[in-house]
């Protein structure tokens, strides 16, 4: 594992993202959106949501000018190289106690896709730093495929709101800029590696031109996304998060390590037992 630069993990700690700019070519850029495109084309059938009280995303989502898709490598290889991308898990394992891969999606944005809302995937307390080492209990990059301008649909941040602990009334911000929010902006290449303890959400897209980036989302190993998405009423998107053994078995050593905790997952919701 290389060293990460102090300032990187300085930056990191004080606005809760970084930004390693330049790291995926052209060539590989585009390589991946021709690849998106041919995943939204197909169709999924999402068994395990016709099974009753299960609820969880569908693979794919059409909402205002915008689609996503979930769990990509169930669907494709083309991306299993992102998993162990070096600049990226260098910082991870610097930023996290035990980095495990749990969600990965992408969304491809056109005009008139408006505000998504501001979130946090997890609290404030989920985020530490003892003895000059950063804990992020659940760690989102960014690799933006398209250039990410202000009024491209770009991510947006609260620098430092990841340690804040006053509550906004968040119901009067829907739409709208929280104080002190900055845009992420960004080139194709560019990758944004976040706690997801920070505040963000999507702007507006006003402009013609296409956006899309690809996300996988890291969490410590000593947390539970079964749970996580039981307790929330998201049982069927663990469906997304895990890979079948058929899967797995493509992957090299890195992307092996940072998918263990799938090795313990059963995915499809189970059948009650006979009365
Ligand atoms: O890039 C964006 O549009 C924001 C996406 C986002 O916040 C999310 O997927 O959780």
Redesign the pocket.
Known sequence: MADVPIADTFQFDAQGFFILRGAFDAERCRRYVEELDRLFEQEYDDPWLQVEGVKGQTTVQFTEGQRRINGLPLWTNVFDEVISFTPVVDRLRAWMQAPQLVNT?A?D?TVGTPW?GW?RGLNPDDYSVRNGKVRSRMLNC?FMLTDNDEDD???AVVPGAHKSQIDLPMADYKGKALPGMVPVLGKAGDIVMFTETLL???APKTSERRRT?L?FNYIDATYNPAMRELLADHAGNINHYVFPPQVRSRFDETQRELTAWMEWQRTSPAEAPEA
Do not use: Q
């Open positions: 999606w969304i944005k998504g979130h960014v649909g770009c991510l963000h959400t999507g980036n996300y």
